[in-house]
T-cell receptor, first 114, second 117 residues
């Protein structure tokens, strides 16, 4: 029973274009969402997050959008750079109800072509 | 500042042997998590601790797995006996007690790559 789903295992985009990574969740109790980035042979690192009271959060080239009614979030990277090539994990938590552990999706491998 | 430190980075062991993975969380963090990454299941939570006390171990696959946190700066994940299907990358992560709107970001170690043959 996957509560957080990333249905696209991979995505390839050209340098300078927009990358859009998608994530769906099923548990309506989730109230905080995060994106992590993972390079080979390294641990995941935090990228950006959004609370369920917002619908958009922006940090430089990275923007996360949340559509609560659709239980969908997306990560936009503009412009994409070759260094962005990595696996991106979507994660969700029940932060405001005290459960600190994150539930992760299966990841999307992004390849940015020079 | 040192991040989450895990050891060993790589372990190859024979089926039936005991495996112990170790973790030192970031100093001052109240939460410690053990995750496992496999191709089939992605990143799945095994167990997490708050102030050295196990809070949720529902992700521990079976009795062969056990985790301890004897103090705030050390945790172990033990598999006894190990099986080939336990081959995976095991990540330890830690998180501070959140303040304000900082969110519940968790910080991962580099992982322990386990191969059971």
């Amino acid at each position: 029973d996957q509560q957080v789903k990333q249905n696209s295992p991979s995505l390839s985009v050209q340098e300078g274009r927009i990358s859009i990574l998608n994530c769906d969740y099923t548990n309506s109790m989730f109230d905080y969402f995060l994106w992590y980035k993972k390079y080979p042979a390294e641990g995941p690192t935090f990228l950006i997050s959004i609370s369920s009271i917002k619908d958009k959060n922006e940090d430089g080239r990275f923007t996360v959008f949340l559509n609560k009614s659709a239980k969908h979030l997306s990560l936009h990277i503009v412009p994409s750079q070759p260094g962005d090539s990595a696996v991106y994990f979507c994660a969700a938590s029940r932060r405001y109800t005290g459960r600190r552990a994150l539930t992760f999706g299966s990841g999307t491998r992004l390849q940015v072509q020079p | 500042d040192a991040g989450v430190i895990q050891s060993p980075r790589h372990e190859v062991t024979e089926m039936g042997q005991e495996v112990t993975l170790r973790c030192k969380p970031i100093s001052g963090h109240d939460y410690l998590f053990w995750y496992r990454q496999t191709m089939m299941r992605g990143l799945e939570l095994l167990i997490y601790f708050n102030n050295n006390v196990p809070i949720d171990d529902s992700g521990m696959p079976e009795d062969r797995f056990s985790a301890k946190m004897p103090n705030a700066s050390f945790s172990t994940l033990k598999i006894q006996p190990s099986e080939p299907r336990d081959s995976a990358v095991y990540f330890c992560a830690s998180s501070p007690k959140e303040r304000g709107d900082s969110g519940n970001t968790i910080y991962f170690g580099e992982g322990s790559w386990l191969t059971v043959v």
